[in-house]
């Protein structure tokens, strides 16, 4: 059975960072996209960041710069690191498991339940 | 990038009703189209993708159509468990957008 579980979240000051980690079982990480996707409260779904199989990393313009993927393959783990955290920021942080059919990635079809980042002074 | 339109964005039905929810992109994306169900404090489910593919799993009142430009998610009979949040979301690009999500609340 496929699984993710997020943590890592919780209460940041403006500037400071924060990392997330994804925990997978059921499928190998490494072998796989895998996206994070973020929800702030109330709102809509944002796209954040991917990871390709073969380590290639792509962001949404609102992070590049500030936050990094990466994936340790031993723990078959996923992470966002996230530093020069803003108010805007403020969000719910899924992971999910990425669908690729040609080059770049399709849709989700796996995701966790979501880890709160919230950034406040 | 690309935007993603849903309308309406509240949608007020009763258990039986057949509900569309219309997603529009701001370009072609050909079939590049994902469906998700959203509940209150849970992750999104995937419902369709490539427009118009039923994910495995999920039952065959909802569908999905369309391509170009103009989408359609359609529940052929409401449920209890269909109120929720619906997004669609397209692939067309690199860069992943969701459309801003549609309501289906009881009526």
């Known amino acids: 059975e496929v699984q993710l579980v997020e943590s890592g979240g919780g209460l940041v000051q403006p500037g400071g960072s924060l990392r997330l980690s994804c925990a997978a079982s059921g499928f190998t990480v490494s072998s796989n996209y895998m996206s994070w996707v973020r929800q702030a409260p109330g709102k809509g779904l944002e796209w954040v960041s991917v990871?390709?199989?073969?380590?290639?990393?792509y962001y949404a313009d609102s992070v590049k710069g500030r936050f990094t993927i990466s994936r340790d393959n031993s723990k078959n783990t996923l992470y966002l690191q996230m530093n020069s955290l803003r108010a805007e920021d403020t969000a719910v942080y899924y992971c999910?498991?990425?669908?690729?059919?040609?080059?770049?990635?399709?849709?989700?079809?796996?995701w966790g339940q979501g880890t709160l980042v919230t950034v406040s002074s | 990038d690309i935007q993603m339109t849903q309308s309406p964005s509240t949608l007020s039905a009763s258990v039986g009703d057949r509900v569309t929810i219309t997603c529009r992109a701001s370009?072609?994306?050909?079939?590049?189209l994902a469906w998700y169900q959203q509940k209150p404090g849970k992750a999104p489910k995937l419902l369709i993708y490539?427009?118009?593919s039923l994910e495995s799993g999920v039952p065959s009142r909802f569908s999905g159509s369309g391509s170009g430009t103009e989408f359609t998610l359609t529940i052929s009979s409401l449920q209890p468990d269909d109120f929720a949040t619906y997004y669609c979301q397209q692939y067309n690009s690199y860069s992943l957008t969701f459309g801003g999500g549609t309501k289906v609340e009881i009526k």
């Open positions: 990871i390709y199989s073969g380590g290639s990393t």
């Open positions: 999910a498991r990425t669908v690729v059919t040609g080059v770049g990635p399709d849709y989700f079809d796996y």
């Open positions: 370009q072609s994306i050909s079939s590049w």
């Open positions: 490539k427009a118009s």
